[in-house]
C-alpha cells in the first residue's frame, strides 16, 4: 500500500523560533498533498492543500506567513511554522494523494509539536 | 452545507456487539465517503470508503451503509473487539477540484472487554 512518512515525529521548540516538518511519500508520486492540524480530543482542520510546484492554497483563517508549506517535488512537502508560539503546539499531520487513487487520501504518522 | 456532522461523539459497546456510527451530509456534490480509524498519537488509516452508486459495502467485519436520498452513511462494526477502541472519522470529498476532505467530528469507540 501508499506510504506517506514524516519527519520529525515529534519536536520541542522555544517559543520564537521556527520549525520544519517534511512529508514523504514514499512509493507513489503525490501530486497533491495535504496538511492538517489536529487539537487533543478534536478533529483534523485542514490547512492547506499543495500541488507539486505550485503555491499552496491555505484554509480560510490560516496564516500564510506563519505556515509555510513548500512542495518542491512529486514526493515531498514541508510545512514550516515560523516564529512558533505555544498555541500552536498541536499534532501536525499531512496526506497525500496520486492521479491513480482519484480521492482517497494516504495520511503519514503525524508530527507532535510542543512550543514552551 | 460544507460540514459533515458525526453521532454519537462517544460510543461504548461491549465485545462482541455492533457498533454503529452515523454521519450526515448537505453537499449533494459529495461522491466519495471513506471512514478512517485513529489510534492515540497515530495518523489516521483508511478502513472503508463508499461512493454513491451503491447503497453498501462490507469489508470484514466493517460495513457502510449508505442512504443517498437521506444524505447519510453509517459505519458498522460488527462483532467489536477491544482493539477496535479508537477514534472514528467519516469525511466527504468531490471527485473534481483538490479532491480535499471535510472531516467529520469523530466518534471515540471503547469496547469493553
Known amino acids: 500500500g501508499a506510504v506517506v512518512s514524516q519527519h520529525p515525529s515529534w519536536v520541542i521548540c522555544k517559543s520564537g523560533t521556527s520549525v520544519k516538518i517534511e512529508c514523504r511519500s514514499l512509493?507513489?508520486?503525490?501530486?497533491?498533498m495535504f496538511w492538517y492540524r489536529q487539537f487533543p480530543k478534536q478533529s483534523l482542520m485542514l490547512m492547506a492543500t499543495?500541488?507539486?510546484?505550485?503555491?499552496?492554497?491555505?484554509e480560510q483563517g490560516v496564516e500564510k506567513d506563519k505556515f509555510l508549506i513548500n512542495h518542491a517535488s512529486l514526493t515531498l512537502s514541508t510545512l514550516t511554522v515560523t516564529s512558533a508560539h505555544p498555541e500552536d503546539s498541536s499534532f501536525y499531520i499531512c496526506?497525500?494523494?496520486?492521479?491513480?487513487?482519484?480521492?482517497?487520501?494516504?495520511f503519514g504518522p503525524g508530527t507532535r509539536l510542543t512550543v514552551l | 452545507q460544507q460540514q459533515v456532522k458525526q453521532s454519537p461523539q462517544s460510543l461504548i459497546v461491549q465485545k462482541g456487539g455492533i457498533s454503529i456510527i452515523n454521519c450526515a451530509y448537505e453537499?449533494?456534490?459529495?461522491?466519495?465517503f471513506p471512514w478512517y480509524q485513529q489510534f492515540p498519537g497515530k495518523g489516521p488509516a483508511l478502513l472503508i470508503a463508499?461512493?454513491?452508486?451503491?447503497s453498501e459495502k462490507k469489508e470484514g467485519r466493517f460495513t457502510i451503509s449508505f442512504n443517498k436520498s437521506a444524505k447519510q452513511f453509517s459505519l458498522h462494526i460488527m462483532d467489536s473487539q477491544p482493539g477496535d477502541s479508537a477514534t472514528y472519522f467519516c469525511?466527504?470529498?468531490?471527485?473534481?477540484?483538490?479532491?480535499?476532505?471535510?472531516f467529520g467530528t469523530g466518534t471515540r469507540l471503547k469496547v469493553l472487554a
Open positions: 463508499i461512493r454513491p452508486d451503491v
Open positions: 499543495s500541488n507539486e510546484g505550485s503555491k499552496a492554497t491555505y
Open positions: 453537499n449533494t456534490a459529495f461522491d466519495y
Open positions: 469525511a466527504a470529498s468531490t471527485s473534481s477540484g483538490t479532491y480535499k476532505y471535510i
Open positions: 512509493d507513489f508520486q503525490a501530486t497533491t
Open positions: 496526506s497525500a494523494r496520486d492521479q491513480l487513487s482519484y480521492n482517497e487520501q494516504f
